[in-house]
């Protein structure tokens, strides 16, 4: 198939993609031009609500707008920046994890409640206990549930070790292992974390840890999880390299083996991306910043079919940038 626009009237990103029914559910963060010049911590990502939309085909398929389901607005304790979200479904209810940055200008995760995929979500009171920084993603365990999470620079990552929030940022050296994603397991009721995140360790070939200066391979931002030939696939943006990679495990919390590129960089600063398996084909939903003409926060939504070959190495995909 050709490359796909999906929403080509309003700027949408970082797509969460899952299949509920006989649908497939998007869940992207919703851009929006607020005013707030470009800079390396991100406020120009000023996003302050949420839609979602579904579609049955997705190489012909209308895509269906559901509307405005989570604002800012409604989130108690809601500061600023509604970033990349992600959805599960448990029990009949749907739960929508969401970034946001509280009153005190620190990145949580929240939990929004629904009883149907395309919402409204009704945000719970409370971030989640001990979150922090951004991109949630969900692994749907055979009912075991369990987030992957964080996101260096504007994401935050660099201000915690071990959980505990330093007192000020801090990178490792070019030669010490790289900060990590994190991965938790979610309490029987999806509204806590139910045990202290871990580090999801990517190794290199070599079987140690990438270190922080591989910047081409190294986990920046964008944790996405998913399953195929019975191996977990933990896939991520390298961010200031601007590649979407993956790493392959035996198990969710890995540790992960360093596999290749998915996606080269496309039009655009970040690159965040989903991988799901719809009706027989596996995609790669992902954005980029053509429509807008390269405008690093205006980004649009796109679907390209993802391919493996046999030994279940994943085909690069050609993103179009630099
Ligand atoms: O959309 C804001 C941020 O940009 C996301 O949380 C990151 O993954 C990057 O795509």
Known sequence: MKMRYLVPDDYMADPAVHVFGDRLYIYPSHDRESGIPEND??????????????????????????????????????????????????????????????????????VAIADRPEGPFIPQPDPIRGSYSIDPAILDDGGNFYMYFGGLWG???????????????????????????RVVRLSADMLQFAEEPRPVVILGKDGKPLTAGDTEKRFFEASWIHKY????????????????????????????????VILTPVVGWTTHHAIVEFKGKWYLFHHDCVPSGG???????????????????????NGGGQ
């Open 155 to 181: 994401g935050q990552l660099q201000r915690y070790r071990d959980n505990k929030a330093l007192e000020s940022a801090a990178f490792p050296a070019d030669n010490e292992p790289a900060l990590p994603s």
């Open 229 to 260: 030939l019975g191996k977990y696939y933990f896939s991520y943006s390298t961010g200031d390299t601007h590649l979407l990679c993956y790493a392959t495990g035996d198990n969710p919390y890995g540790p992960f083996t360093y596999q290749g």
């Open 41 to 110: 911590n991100g406020d120009h990502f000023d996003m302050c609500d949420y839609h979602v939309f579904s579609l049955d085909d997705v190489e012909n398929g209308v895509v269906t707008d559901h509307g405005k389901v989570l604002e800012v607005k409604n989130i108690p304790w809601a500061g600023r920046q509604l970033w990349d979200c992600d959805v599960a479904f448990k029990n009949g209810k749907y739960y929508m994890y969401f970034p946001l940055k509280d009153k005190t200008d620190i990145f949580r995760i929240g």
């Open 295 to 317: 405008k690093t926060w205006l980004r649009s939504l796109k679907v390209a079919e993802l391919k493996y070959d046999a030994d279940g190495s994943i085909q690069t995909i």
